[in-house]
C-alpha cells in the first residue's frame, strides 16, 4: 500500500512538471552566438530537416512565438 501511494505521488509530481510547455529562458546572446550551421539543398533529407528543426527551436525561443521550419526536401527509398 505504501508502494502504490509513492508511486501514485511521484506520477502526480512529474505530470505537474509537464503539464506547462515552456522553453527554458537563455539569453538571447547565447542564442546569437551559438554557430549557425549552413543548410544546403545537397545535404542529406534527414540533415536538412534536424537543422530545420534546431533553427526552429532557437527562433521560438528568441521570439517567444512559436516559429516551425520545414526541409523541403524527401526522404529517398530504403534499399535493403
Known amino acids: 500500500m505504501r508502494l502504490q501511494k509513492a508511486a501514485a505521488l511521484l506520477t502526480a509530481l512529474v505530470l505537474t512538471g509537464?503539464?506547462?510547455k515552456s522553453i527554458p529562458?537563455?539569453?538571447?546572446?547565447?542564442?546569437d552566438d551559438?554557430?549557425?550551421v549552413e543548410?544546403?539543398?545537397l545535404s542529406p533529407c534527414w540533415q536538412?530537416?534536424?537543422i530545420a528543426a534546431?533553427?526552429?527551436y532557437i527562433d521560438t525561443v528568441k521570439s517567444?512565438?512559436?516559429q516551425i521550419?520545414?526541409?523541403d526536401c524527401k526522404d529517398s527509398p530504403k534499399t535493403s
Not at 529562458?25 to 542564442?31: D, E, K, R, T
Open 18 to 20: 509537464c503539464a506547462e
Open 25 to 31: 529562458a537563455i539569453g538571447s546572446s547565447v542564442l
Open 34 to 36: 551559438l554557430p549557425k
Open 69 to 71: 521550419y520545414k526541409a
Open 48 to 50: 536538412q530537416k534536424q
Open 54 to 56: 534546431q533553427r526552429s
Open 39 to 41: 543548410n544546403s539543398r
Open 64 to 66: 517567444g512565438k512559436q
